[in-house]
């Protein structure tokens, strides 16, 4: 019995291991089965990886009328490629190697470009062959078991797989065996693949400029007019095992990898060339480059806004599309631009450039300064006291600069004359040297000085904010303090804080930092963030502030005001504009007693029938008649609504008409685009009663529609095409993804005119690379001080990337009013609004735009303008980050100092949320300051996709308006699809 047991026991332990072995065995195989397909797929993907990355290399880009595609053609199971790399380098212009460019004409053709909408034009003058990666072996258009059966499909018939096909790379080329006519076509096969359909995905998927969304291959292979638009390849390989799992199945891999345009080529949809040359030292001044004549080394090259340096030998290159650029370098010191002039005017049109500059070396010699922290102040750089970093010294005549290393020194180059050195003393430290030093120079000498730094004591600076209840500026007897304000020490600008402190319950302040007197360099600002609800009655700075050690400077006063809010009904908000509507508010015909009060027209989104609304000012607003009506429908003389086609994404009023009082406005308005068109004149009634009203629809005959049928985003008017009635400039989305234009339509001058298209951008206004994104913003301004003004655009590129494009007037000759001068990438954000003031106080107008850099975030840029007539140039001078996604900008005064305009900024909390806000930028501190103040106190929390300025509690012919006259906000609020508000804020 005991062995019956027994045997029966190591029975069970046998086939238990019995199993457990097979189940290894199985899984194993499994495994090495995964392993093998894993291989395939990885080698699959990698060789169309690379000739993907590739595509454009070489091609034909400046063929004319039709330049040579990267991608010739793509769907989900195929791709075809341009790019010269059979044979690299293929340099021999006069007659290419073979294969050379496919020729329409040769065999064999590809399917899909077999006399269809994706047949060449010609064959290419590169020798830019084709690469086709397809399942398609045996050529008849489709994928099935014909490709099986083929030749080629050899390997897919081995498999018991039936969803096994062949992976194969195609060449095709011209000339191939050296025989014209030849395309070859050889195929290589590369793997056995799963064919796309059902569980297994697209072996391509492509994703269109700007969008995230991939292309929808039920509506087919990307269309010949978009190859161009296509900015990123996924490449899924689906590899099946060769034996069947335990459930009867084949399991399958899939592996993808993602190629950016970008990659191995600088734009799939803009050709680029080179333009190049060298600078360097011209010893015998013949003005080129011979034997002896060295290069100079990393010197900054320009081209237009393109940058690029020297190398060793002096050679440097840039890559540009087509268009007109300024070239011109910054010479290294101890070397003077010897070229006349000293830069060119560069036309890049589809060939490489060349220009060099030659620079002489200057007569005279180097300065070389040492710099240390002087701790005991003898003058002497003793034990223990550190050498100092970073610290500026200035040589004149030259104003040449250097900035001390780790060991304390830099070194400055003096022509050989008398010269001045001087170092900028740090504000919290002194000079215990003489400062500045001066010296003679002889060509070919050298001087040597050393400055001692020693740190200073501190001073003090106190004041008050305090609720200036008369708004004089001056804190009188009933003015209380306000407590818990911010307030802050600066010398530039607020960039750098080097003392801060909050007031007190009685509104006081005291902020002890370092003495700058002396060494009297740069003096200091006192500046303070105004709390929110409040807004400042005198300047947000105080400058010009010298500060003694142990002194202190009293009296450094803020007054602050708070706002009468005015909150009316409004809904689905999308834009707004003011401005006297000079409806009937006189007696008979007396027009000249017109109050003269601004009005408030607000653009809706569609639904419902007040796409617009206008609300007539009530001035002098005797109780109980507010200033605005909370509804523009009622009571009687409110205001009106009206009906627009669609969306009124933009709005501008002017007066653009003859008829009546020729200063009454007329409104356009930008929408989405609709049956009958997408930007619309509504002129102003005159009629007894109907002063100020716009008709119930567009004006007769007012309908028109841009060449793109895009959504009109962006509308201006201004004379710029002849006349004496103001034009309208219109910017557009394309219906193309990340794509836009700018057009222009002329005033035909009569009575009551009509608008004819004269030009659009681009093609017009040498835009590079004929390319502008969606238009979501523009601003005129005249920004190289010839009393004409210019344009500048805001576009979106992409889903989070963006161009300030700049365009200069040149008058009013039709095809070229506008010329393109500069571009500035955003990279980083979208641009979605824009505002134009003259920043810094030096009477060139800058620019500061505001972006989405994500799904909830923005950012608002600050642009310095350098540009000079010939010259345009924009530094991107200051970066801060938005309370949230930026939706509009309004430049305006909404502080005290009227010379000094402000940014009002209305933004979003994020997509897809009504959520937002509006905050005010005080610009007192001559920059873009870190933070603003929310005038609502936290009442307003949704998003605000416009707002305007204007003093509307002012009006003549009636009761005298109350002074100080100052500008009042209005905010166009959206809390939900149709709901919203719009909220007034009068100071």
């Known amino acids: 019995m005991e062995i019956m047991v027994t045997l029966v026991v190591f029975a069970i332990v046998a086939v238990a291991i019995t199993l457990v072995v097979m189940k290894t065995s199985r899984a194993r195989q499994t495994a090495t089965e995964r392993l093998s397909a894993e291989q395939s797929a990885r080698a699959a993907l990698e060789f169309m990886t690379r000739d993907i990355r590739s595509a454009g290399y070489g091609t034909d880009m400046s063929y004319p009328g039709s330049p040579q595609p990267a991608i010739a053609y793509v769907d989900s199971t195929q791709i075809i490629l341009c790019e010269n790399i059979s044979p690299w380098p293929d340099t021999l212009s006069a007659r290419r190697m073979s294969p050379q460019a496919y020729s329409p004409s040769g065999t064999p053709k590809p399917k899909p470009l077999d006399a269809t909408d994706w047949t060449p034009p010609a064959k290419y003058r590169t020798g830019a062959e084709l690469v086709r990666y397809t399942l398609d072996v045996n050529n008849d258009g489709a994928v099935d078991a014909s490709d099986i059966s083929a030749a080629q499909g050899a390997d897919a018939r081995m498999t018991p797989n039936p969803n096994d096909y062949v992976l194969v790379r195609e060449v095709y080329g011209d000339s191939s065996g050296n025989s014209i006519g030849n395309n070859g076509g050889a195929q290589e096969r590369v793997a056995l693949v799963s064919r796309p359909g059902g569980s297994v995905p697209p072996l391509f998927t492509v994703y269109m400029r700007g969008s995230s969304t991939p292309w929808n291959w039920h509506n087919g292979p990307v269309p010949v007019d978009q190859l161009s638009e296509i900015e990123r390849v996924e490449v899924r390989v689906t590899v099946p095992s060769s034996k069947r799992d335990g459930s009867g199945n084949y399991p399958t891999t899939t592996l993808s990898t993602q190629i950016n345009s970008m990659r191995s080529v600088p734009d799939w949809g803009v050709a680029t060339y080179v333009v190049s040359g060298y600078v360097y030292n011209d010893a015998n001044r013949d003005g080129v480059m011979n034997t002896g004549d060295t290069g100079l080394s990393g010197v900054a090259v320009r081209l237009g806004n393109y940058i690029g340096y020297t190398s060793s030998t002096g050679y440097w290159a840039i890559h540009a599309p087509n268009g007109s650029y300024t070239l011109r370098h910054t010479p290294p010191s101890g070397y003077g631009v010897f070229t006349n002039p000293d830069s060119f005017t560069v036309t890049v049109a589809g060939a490489a450039v060349s220009r ?38 200035e040589l004149d005549p030259g104003n040449n600069q250097a900035y001390t290393d780790a060991s304390g020194d830099a070194r400055l180059f003096a022509s050989a004359a008398n010269y001045t050195v001087a170092c900028d003393v740090p504000d919290s430290m002194i000079a215990t040297t003489t ?36 708004r004089n500026g001056v804190p009188d007897g009933a003015d209380a303090g306000l407590g818990n304000v911010w307030v802050g020490v600066t010398t530039d600008g607020g960039i750098t804080v080097q003392g801060y402190s909050y007031t007190d319950g009685s509104g006081n302040y005291s902020i002890a930092v370092p003495a700058n007197d002396p060494p009297r360099t740069n003096a200091y600002s006192v500046f303070i963030v105004p709390p929110a609800g409040f807004f400042p009655t005198n300047s947000t700075t105080i400058g010009s502030l010298w500060l003694q050690a142990n002194q202190v400077l009293t009296g450094k006063n803020f007054g602050m005001s708070s706002y009468t809010v005015i909150s009316l009904n409004a809904s689905r908000v999308l834009s707004l504009a003011s401005a006297d509507l000079l409806e009937k508010e006189w007696n008979g015909n007396q027009t000249q007693n017109a109050r003269q009060d601004v009005d408030i027209v607000l653009g809706a989104d569609a639904g419902g029938t007040d796409q617009v609304s206008a609300w007539f000012n009530q001035y002098p607003a005797t109780s109980p008649t507010p200033l605005f009506y909370p509804s523009p429908s009622s009571p009687a003389g409110a205001g009106y609504v009206r009906s627009a086609p669609n969306a009124v994404m933009a709005m501008a009023l002017d007066s653009l008409d003859r008829n009546d009082i020729v200063r009454r406005p007329d409104l356009v308005t930008g929408t989405k685009k609709a049956a009958t068109g997408n930007f619309f004149v509504w002129y102003s009634q005159s009629s007894n009663n109907n002063e100020g009203y716009i008709p119930t629809t567009y004006s007769t005959g007012q309908a028109y529609t841009t060449a793109d049928a895009g959504d009109v985003q962006a509308v201006l008017t201004y004379d710029c095409s002849g006349g004496n009635y103001p034009d309208i400039l219109v910017g557009t989305k394309s219906p193309v993804s990340g794509r836009g234009t700018v057009e222009v339509w002329q005033n035909s001058n009569t009575t009551t005119p009509t608008y004819t298209r004269q030009e659009i951008y681009p093609v017009a206004g040498l835009v590079p690379g004929s390319s502008m994104g969606e238009v979501t913003c523009m601003a005129l301004a005249d920004f190289d001080g010839d009393g004409l003004k210019d344009l500048v655009v805001g576009t979106k590129t992409g889903a989070y990337m963006g161009e300030v494009m700049f365009f200069k007037c040149i008058g009013r000759i039709n095809g070229a009013r506008f010329v393109w001068r500069n571009t500035i990438s955003s990279l980083d954000g979208a641009v979605t609004a824009i505002g134009v003031t003259d920043m810094n106080g030096d009477g060139k107008m800058d620019v500061v735009f505001g972006t989405q850099k994500s799904t909830s975030a923005g950012q608002l840029k600050y642009l310095r303008n350098f540009s000079i007539p010939t010259y345009w140039y924009f530094s991107h001078d200051r970066t801060v980050d938005a309370s949230g996604i930026v939706m509009s900008i309004t430049v305006a005064d909404m502080g005290a100092t009227q010379s000094i305009q402000d940014l009002v900024v209305g933004w979003r909390t994020a997509e897809g949320s009504y959520g937002g806000g509006v905050t005010i930028y005080y610009l007192d501190v001559r920059t873009l300051p870190n933070t603003g103040v929310d005038p609502s106190n936290g009442t307003i929390v949704n998003m605000v996709p416009a707002t305007t300025s204007s003093n509307f509690n002012y009006g003549l012919n009636s009761t005298a308006p109350p002074s100080p006259y100052l500008s009042d906000l209005a905010v166009g609020v959206k809390s939900g699809a149709s709901t919203g508000a719009l909220v007034i804020f009068i100071r």
């Not at 010699?365 to 970073?390: C, I, K, M, P, Y």
Request: hydrophobic share 30%; glycine share 16%; aromatic share 10%.
């Open 356 to 393: 060099s500059f030659a620079d002489t070396a200057r007569a005279g010699g180097w300065v070389n300064v040492h710099a240390f922290e002087d701790v005991d102040g003898d003058g002497t750089q003793d034990a223990g006291e550190v050498s100092l970093a970073g610290i500026e010294f």
């Open 435 to 470: 400062n500045p030093r001066t010296g003679t120079m002889t060509n070919g000498g050298t001087a040597s000085y050393t400055y001692g730094l020693q740190r200073s004591s501190n001073g003090t600076i106190k004041g008050q904010v305090f609720r200036d209840n008369n």
